[in-house]
């Protein structure tokens, strides 16, 4: 990539309008960051440590929980270090890794969760062929042919970003190197750009998402043929954490990146929605409705010291009896 900028660093302002609570946000970002990390990870150790978890759903939840540890890491760091006083600024390089990695992240999981969508539909609509069509092979496939797009994604974005001159300013308005913030600095016409950059981040989770509602239609077209309730009630329920999560992850980027008048201070509070509570609202969304993966992680916690065998008898015997 060649670079025609004599800009060697980035300032960056952080977020709109929150001058004098930097000491409030570091406290709530640092405890967001951390919930997000540990929720992640006990997801991981609960799918990873029980052998009835290790099927294709939980192989791409796996996946996102990994992502979900990544994505808001990419940020985070930087934005805790200048709130807690240090230096905010950031080098040419590492803004441009900002972006990519944002963009590859997250782009990666739009893709993985469409392949959820898809793996749900097998699941239901076509419960016999299950096992032959998601394949470990086919798994490993569409795993690794949603980290291949969304880097090939990333690195257009990068590049279109990155290949115009940045000869003057170098505030970035924002509290990460974005898109948007980006081309208002450059010394160059964006216009076109800027279209582009709208086409391409509209149209990969506008296709995605047409995708997923597709999924989804014949999902609840087959449920709904489903005759007993406790069929029924089953179905819906593995399906509704997915949407919960779909519907988290693309509110933030309908906002963001495809409203025709951008606001700094707005774009910024549903980012970090984005960034670092929807990451950590995930492992709670797949664990709160799912038996298997609340099984799990008591198995967990009690292994790490975190659950007195005593609480977790009383726990399991409080949902047998509630099963009951």
């Known amino acids: 990539m060649r670079n025609l900028s004599v800009v060697t660093e980035f300032i960056l ?22 919930f997000t990390l540990m929720g992640n990870l006990l997801i991981l150790l609960a799918i990873l440590s029980s ?21 808001p890491s990419v940020s985070s760091p930087k934005m805790l270090r200048y709130l807690s006083g240090n230096s905010r600024a950031i080098s040419y390089a590492g803004c441009a890794s900002q972006l990519f990695f944002y963009h590859f992240l997250g782009c990666t999981e739009c893709f993985l969760y469409t392949v959820m969508a898809y793996d749900r539909f097998v699941a239901i ?5 299950y096992t032959i069509i998601m394949s470990p092979r086919a798994c490993v496939i569409l795993a690794m042919g949603t980290s291949f797009f969304g880097c090939i994604q990333a690195t257009f974005l990068t590049t279109l970003t990155f290949q115009l001159p940045y000869c ?23 216009s076109a750009l800027e279209m582009v950059g709208f086409i391409s981040v509209g149209l990969m989770p506008l296709s995605c998402f047409l995708l997923i509602l597709t999924s989804y239609s014949r999902i609840i077209c087959s449920i709904l043929q489903i005759r007993s309730a406790e069929g029924r009630h089953h179905a819906f329920s593995t399906c509704s954490a997915h949407l919960t999560a ?55 916690l009690h292994q790490l010291g975190f659950l007195p065998e005593q609480l977790q008898r009383e726990i399991s015997n409080w949902h047998f009896n509630h099963n009951s």
């Not at 099927?55 to 994505?71: A, E, G, H, R, V």
């Not at 609509?125 to 062929?129: A, F, T, V």
């Open 51 to 71: 052998a009835q978890l290790h099927t294709p759903m939980y192989f791409f939840l796996c996946k996102l929980s990994i992502f979900d540890i990544f994505f």
């Open 125 to 129: 609509c076509h419960p016999l062929r």
């Open 246 to 300: 779909i519907l988290l992850f693309y509110m933030p980027v309908v906002l963001i990146y495809l409203r025709p008048t951008p606001s700094p201070w707005l774009d910024a509070t549903v980012q970090i929605l984005n960034n670092l509570v929807t990451p950590m609202l995930n492992p709670l969304i797949y664990s709160l409705r799912n038996k298997e993966v609340k099984s799990s992680l008591r198995k967990v």
């Open 13 to 34: 302002l952080g977020i709109p309008h929150t001058e004098g609570l930097e000491t409030m946000l570091l406290v709530l970002f640092l405890s967001f960051y951390i």
């Open 168 to 190: 003057g300013p170098n505030k970035v308005e924002y509290y990460f190197c974005d898109i948007p913030v980006m081309l208002k600095l450059a010394c160059a016409d964006t």
